[in-house]
C-alpha cells in the first residue's frame, strides 16, 4: 500500500554564500490527484546539480529562481501509480522535471518514458540525460575536437566532465583532467582513459602543473568550474583554441562578486573562442546527442559512475555535498525501490 502522505522538501530561505540546512523544510501533505492529461508519479530517484545553487538567489537568470515557500523542483526520475494520460500506464518509468518529494503530479506532456531493458533507470538522469548531454554538446558543438589536441577539463570526475573527457579521447584527442582528490585523478586515468591528472587541491602551483601535463599547450577547455583554475589553463591556451563555459561551480557560493574578467589579453592574443551555453540551447538536437551517448554506453566506450544517497530526507545534505566535491560521477537521491 501506498503511504497517505507527500513528504516534500521546500526552498525556506534564500542563501548568502554557501548554502546550509537551514534554507531547506520538509513539510507533508496529502498525495495529490492527477487530472485529465495527468500523470501520477512516485519518486524514485532525484538529481541535485550545481546549476541548483543560482534558482536559489533572487534575480534573472537563464531559469527563473526558486519561489520561497515552494516545493524545490529538479530532474526526477519515477514510476507511474496513476495516470489519466492515454501514453502512459501503472508501472511505466518516466523522467521529468518534478519536485523534491514522494509524489508528483504532473502533464502527460512534459514526461519521457524510460525503457529500463535498454539502461539502468538512473541513467536518464545522468550519462543519458541532461548531464550527458550537456558534455556531448558542449564538447562536440563548442569544442570542436580533432585527433591529436590537447584538452583540458576541470570538474573532471564529476557528472558532466567525465563524460566530456571521454568523448574527447573518442575523437582522438590527449586528454588532462582537473580534480579534487587523488581517488578522482586514479579513476579519470584509471578508468575512464584520461591520460593525466591533476589535483588542484595538492599541487602546489598550477600553471607548473598544467606545462608538465600539456607540453602543446591547451586547444580546448572544458570549464566547470572557473576562478583561479581557469585563470591558469588560459595562460597555456594555443592559437585558436576553444573554451567551452560550462559551469563555474567555484563562483556560486561567493558572497561578492567575483573580480575579472580576467585574463582576456589570452584570448586575444590567441584568436581563441570562449563560449558559454546551456543543454537547452540544443532542445531541438537532443535525439540526435542521445542516439550517440547511448551508442557509446551500450558498446564500453563511455563510462559513468554514479553516487546514491539514500533517503528523501538526505537530499539537502547531497546538494551541499556538490561544493563541497564529495561526488564522484552523478549525484543522486534514492528515495524508493519500484513497486513493480
Same mark, same amino acid.
Given at each position: 500500500m501506498t503511504s497517505p502522505i507527500n513528504r516534500q522538501i521546500r526552498l525556506v530561505r534564500r542563501p548568502k554564500g554557501m548554502p546550509d540546512e537551514s534554507c531547506f523544510q520538509m513539510t507533508e501533505e496529502a498525495i495529490p490527484e492527477p487530472r485529465e492529461e495527468e500523470v501520477l508519479v512516485r519518486t524514485l530517484y532525484l538529481s541535485v546539480d550545481p546549476y541548483m545553487r543560482g534558482r536559489m538567489n533572487e534575480g534573472k537568470s537563464y531559469v527563473p529562481p526558486f519561489p520561497l515557500d515552494e516545493v524545490i523542483v529538479g530532474g526526477v526520475v519515477g514510476e507511474v501509480v496513476r495516470s489519466r494520460h492515454p501514453d502512459f500506464a501503472k508501472g511505466d518509468f518516466v523522467v521529468g522535471q518534478l519536485g523534491w518529494q514522494d509524489y508528483s503530479v504532473a502533464p502527460g506532456k512534459h514526461l519521457t518514458k524510460i525503457d529500463p531493458d535498454l539502461a539502468p533507470i538512473t541513467t536518464a538522469l545522468g550519462i543519458l540525460g541532461m548531464p550527458g548531454l550537456t558534455a556531448y554538446f558542449g564538447m562536440v558543438d563548442i569544442?570542436?575536437?580533432?585527433?591529436?589536441?590537447?584538452?583540458?577539463?576541470?570538474?573532471?570526475?564529476?557528472?558532466?566532465?567525465?563524460?566530456?573527457?571521454?568523448?574527447?579521447?573518442?575523437?582522438?584527442?590527449?586528454?588532462?583532467?582537473?580534480?579534487?582528490?587523488?581517488?578522482?585523478?586514479?579513476?579519470?586515468?584509471?578508468?575512464? $582513459? /584520461?591520460?593525466?591528472?591533476?589535483?588542484?587541491?595538492?599541487? +602546489?602551483?598550477?600553471? !607548473?602543473? *598544467?606545462? %608538465?601535463?600539456?607540453?602543446?599547450?591547451?586547444?580546448?577547455?572544458?570549464?566547470?568550474?572557473?576562478?583561479?583554475?581557469?585563470?591558469?589553463?588560459?595562460?597555456?591556451?594555443?592559437?585558436?583554441?576553444?573554451?567551452?563555459?560550462?559551469?563555474?561551480?567555484?563562483?556560486?557560493?561567493?558572497?561578492?562578486?567575483?573580480?575579472?574578467?580576467?585574463?582576456?589579453?589570452?584570448?586575444?592574443?590567441?584568436?581563441?573562442?570562449?563560449? $558559454? /551555453?546551456?543543454?537547452?540551447?540544443?532542445?531541438?538536437?537532443? +535525439?540526435?546527442?542521445? !542516439?550517440? *551517448?547511448? %551508442?557509446?554506453?551500450?558498446?564500453?566506450?563511455?563510462?559513468?559512475?554514479?553516487?546514491?544517497?539514500?533517503?528523501?530526507?538526505?537530499?539537502?545534505?547531497?546538494?551541499?555535498?556538490?561544493?563541497r566535491g564529495e561526488n564522484i560521477g552523478k549525484q543522486l537521491v534514492k528515495v524508493a525501490d519500484p513497486q513493480g
Open positions: 569544442g570542436k575536437p580533432r585527433p591529436g589536441e590537447t584538452v583540458v577539463v576541470s570538474g573532471a570526475a564529476g557528472a558532466v566532465g567525465s563524460a566530456a573527457g571521454q568523448i574527447a579521447k573518442l575523437h582522438g584527442c590527449r586528454v588532462v583532467g582537473i580534480a579534487g582528490s587523488e581517488e578522482k585523478t586514479r579513476y579519470i586515468t584509471e578508468e575512464l $582513459g /584520461f591520460d593525466a591528472a591533476i589535483n588542484y587541491k595538492t599541487v +602546489p602551483d598550477m600553471k !607548473k602543473a *598544467l606545462s %608538465e601535463a600539456c607540453p602543446k599547450g591547451v586547444d580546448i577547455y572544458f570549464d566547470n568550474v572557473g576562478g583561479d583554475i581557469t585563470d591558469a589553463v588560459l595562460t597555456r591556451i594555443n592559437y585558436q583554441s576553444r573554451i567551452v563555459l560550462c559551469g563555474q561551480i567555484a563562483l556560486y557560493n561567493l558572497e561578492k562578486p567575483d573580480v575579472g574578467p580576467r585574463n582576456f589579453t589570452r584570448l586575444l592574443i590567441n584568436s581563441a573562442t570562449m563560449k $558559454g /551555453f546551456i543543454v537547452s540551447d540544443y532542445a531541438d538536437r537532443f +535525439p540526435e546527442g542521445m !542516439k550517440r *551517448l547511448a %551508442e557509446w554506453v551500450s558498446q564500453g566506450k563511455l563510462k559513468y559512475r554514479e553516487t546514491i544517497i539514500e533517503g528523501l530526507e538526505n537530499t539537502p545534505r547531497a546538494f551541499l555535498g556538490l561544493f
